[in-house]
């Protein structure tokens, strides 16, 4: 048994760095990364979008120096963990060699390589929601306690992390409850590990209560403009071609848990996959919302797999070693930016990615690259045309110039590299960040940079007098191609008064 130990801690190490060689240097942050790192730099219990347990690492990453090395490390470092967990199931059923290699291939070649390399709160709700599982898959093991008090301290820290954990925390449950382990609600220990979850997710349900639930304004504006395009079809292709080089994997699990006797005493995790799935399904929700919920099958299925291909069907093993291997290289460059873009861009049209929808955009459009790799371009040069034209102002305007932005990506951006560049901080009222925006002004120029200049509607510009384009993103294939920089200048007396008007009457939405 030590040295599959061995194995499982090579494997996890492997798994942590291997990603570091994958990515071409020619790519930038995420803009979603640049969010959650300026939430880093505004630490609080809450934010608009998110618990603040990512704003820990994003802290953390500002004070290395903000490198992309640290950006990448921690999705990377719960990657590791999470499969570790993995295996960690896998020996505790009698697993060896065979069972950890196929639970480790999942994560380097399905879609989770992504998911473990964006630093995006997903990397730790689904290091969470396997926490969660493996907390009580070694209770239902041993019948110790403390299993009992881990599955508190990772529902605690996982609703820290996502809110969705609320949704696999009670999918499992509920189907504990249907299941022959339903004596564990007699077990007053569960209700002290449920205590330890509440006091732990306490502080940002009082910072939610403060700010008015900014968690439901952001998920009716998720259900506005992005839910309402994901059909159940689609839901459900998603979840074969997020796994599917090692979908065979997760589907042996499925299998073990619902339908094998030696799977019986486990039973619940297959409920609680059911039940999870016919909840997104309802609530419309996109299909890497269930990512979390394929751990746990990763490990049955690894270790069913071994153990029904011994003998004769030894020869199995290797068929499905091959078949991942050769469709993860395939997928590969969708999965993570290998390449620079129009090398990609070919590779799609030529190996038939390009027809698959996995260049589908949130618009529903098909594009030359996957969304997450044009959100991984252009932002320096964003940042440098930011500095070219707050610099060509005169001095005694300068000072006294706002940098605005109408995205959260463009002004974190403009944050990260704009110290290289010596800029003032940016703002925009673009969630969290309107948070962060100021509550008194001394404005006589705004520079604002959007893909849309201001109509009628926006008080705030009409309090100036002219207003000129003076520079635009050229970059095809990134995603805000075409963003402009525009100069607002020749203010009103009341201009500062306006905005302050503005600024306050949006944040009172979210404080109370």
């Known amino acids: 048994m030590k040295q599959y130990t061995r194995l499982l801690y090579l494997l996890a190490l492997l798994r942590l760095i291997i990603p570091y060689f994958l990515q071409n240097s020619i790519y930038q942050p995420h803009r979603d990364e640049f969010l959650y790192l300026s939430e880093g730099s505004h630490m609080a219990w809450g934010y608009m979008e998110v618990p603040p347990m990512l704003s820990v690492f994003a802290w ?9 090395f640290w950006i990448k490390f921690w999705p990377s470092l719960f990657g590791s963990l999470t499969f570790l967990l993995v295996g960690r199931i896998i020996l505790s059923l009698g697993g060896r060699a065979f069972a950890l290699i196929l639970g480790w291939l999942p994560f380097l070649i399905d879609g989770y390589v992504r998911v473990f ?62 299941t022959r382990h339903r004596k564990i609600f007699l077990n007053k220990h569960l209700y002290y590990a449920g205590a330890i979850a509440f006091l732990t997710f306490l502080p940002n349900l009082v910072w939610q209560y403060n700010h008015r639930f900014p968690v439901f304004f952001h998920m009716h504006e998720l259900q506005e403009y992005q839910l309402q ?72 299925g690894a270790y069913h797999l071994e153990a029904v291909t011994t003998g004769r069907l030894k020869w199995t093993r290797y068929a499905m070693l091959i078949f991942g291997l050769t469709l993860g290289a395939y997928a590969m460059p ?18 038939g990615v390009a027809n698959t929808g996995a260049l589908t955009w949130e618009d529903q459009k098909k594009h030359p690259l996957p969304q997450d790799f044009a959100d991984m371009m252009g932002w320096k040069e964003i940042a440098l045309k930011t500095a070219d034209v707050y610099y060509g102002l005169h001095d005694s305007i300068r000072i006294h110039t706002l940098i605005y932005c109408r995205s959260y990506g463009v002004a974190g951006a403009i944050n990260y590299y704009g110290r290289e560049y ?46 000129t384009v003076v520079d635009s993103l050229s970059m095809p294939l990134a995603r805000e191609n075409g963003l402009k920089f525009a100069v607002f200048r020749n203010p009103s007396d009341s201009v500062n008064e306006v905005i302050e008007r503005i600024i306050a009457g949006h944040k009172k939405r979210f404080i109370r």
């Open 60 to 68: 953390l990453t500002n004070l290395f120096g903000g490198s992309m």
């Open 117 to 178: 390399f964006l630093f995006q709160p997903n990397c730790i709700e689904i290091f969470f929601w396997t926490l969660i599982g493996f907390s009580l898959v070694r209770y239902i093991q041993t019948l110790q306690n403390k299993w009992l008090y881990l599955f508190g301290v990772a529902v605690g820290l996982g609703l820290l992390s996502k809110y969705t954990v609320a949704f696999y925390t009670t999918s499992i449950l509920v189907s504990l409850l249907i």
């Open 229 to 300: 395009y994901v059909s159940p079809v689609s839901f459900i292709a998603g979840q074969i071609f997020m796994n599917l080089p090692m979908i065979f994997v997760w589907i042996a699990g499925l299998f073990f848990l619902v339908f094998a006797e030696r799977g019986k005493l486990y039973r619940a995790f297959g409920w609680a996959y059911i039940l999870i799935i016919l909840f997104l399904l309802v609530m419309h929700g996109k299909d890497y919302y269930a990512l979390g919920a394929y751990p746990i099958l990763f490990a049955f």
């Open 334 to 351: 969708v999965a993570l930016p290998v390449a620079k873009p129009e090398t990609l861009h070919k590779y799609y049209e030529k190996s």
């Open 422 to 467: 010596h800029l003032p901080e940016v703002y925009s009222d673009n969630a969290t960040f309107l948070l962060w925006m100021p509550d008194v002004y001394k404005v006589r120029a705004i520079i604002l940079i959007g893909h849309n200049m201001p109509d009628s509607s926006e008080t705030a510009y009409r309090q100036f007098a002219t207003y």
